[in-house]
């Protein structure tokens, strides 16, 4: 079956301008998560959805970023007013289960780049 | 604050064993799972822990100790294909599923 995908791939843009990135999770997953991981470096949680909870946004860096998700499926990430600092690679995961083991699927990522 | 270490990186040679450690110190703990991502893929899942002890999938095994706040990725029989990035992760919040990430370990594998 089809895994996680996001889009873009790769997105260029101005500092200063909004960015959108979408992600379409694994089909009956109710667990989606936002990550940002910088170069080199490790993962680092931005955002959590679960079925029809409210999300856990503790992970979110600043106001400028906001994530919703539609009929508990497709997922966007919008980053406002972006920053040079913005410069990353978003990944997006789904998991079937809560708790326990909770092995999470990983799309193939977003690199956004901020000029 | 929440925090994992693991050593930047790590080589060895091809049909070797290798261990990565990682130790962690987390505000709660809920398990400890481990991912391997190639140069620009996605992570994908190797193992994962809940309880102290051993677990062993083919080539691999994770160990945990939950009173050491410690614990480790083995790999054997190294191959080429090994050669990736091998992160540790704590889910660290029971009412979420999150993962706290360390900041990876490179593992070269040489001929």
């Known amino acids: 079956g089809a895994g996680v995908s996001q889009s873009p791939s790769n997105k260029v843009t101005e500092k200063g301008k909004d960015v959108e990135l979408r992600c379409d999770p694994i089909?009956?997953?109710?667990?989606l998560y936002w990550y940002r991981q910088s170069l080199g470096q490790g993962l680092e949680f931005l955002i959590y959805?679960?079925?029809?909870?409210?999300?856990?946004k503790s992970g979110l860096p600043s106001d400028r970023f906001s994530a919703e998700r539609t009929g508990g499926s497709v997922s966007t990430l919008t980053i406002q007013r972006t920053q040079q600092e913005d410069s990353a690679v978003y990944l997006c995961?789904?998991?079937?289960?809560?708790?326990?083991?909770?092995?999470?699927?990983f799309g193939p990522g977003t690199r956004l780049t901020v000029t | 604050g929440q925090s994992l270490e693991q050593p930047s990186e790590v080589t060895a040679v091809e049909g070797a064993i290798v261990q990565i450690n990682c130790t962690y110190q987390?505000?709660?703990?809920?398990?400890l799972s481990w991912y391997q991502q190639h140069d620009g893929g996605a992570p994908t899942f190797l193992s994962y822990?809940?309880?102290?002890g051993l677990e062993e999938t083919g080539r691999f095994s994770s160990f945990l100790s939950r009173s050491d706040s410690y614990g480790y990725l083995l790999l054997q029989e190294l191959q080429m294909k090994d050669s990736a990035s091998y992160f540790c992760?704590?889910?660290?919040?029971?009412?979420?599923?999150?993962?706290?990430f360390g900041g990876g370990t490179r593992l070269m594998v040489k001929p």
């Open positions: 995961a789904s998991s079937k289960l809560a708790g326990g083991l909770n092995e999470q699927y």
């Open positions: 959805f679960q079925g029809n909870s409210a999300p856990d």
């Open positions: 987390t505000s709660g703990f809920y398990g």
């Open positions: 089909s009956g997953h109710t667990a």
């Open positions: 822990n809940g309880l102290d």
């Open positions: 992760a704590v889910r660290d919040n029971g009412a979420g599923n999150m993962l706290t």
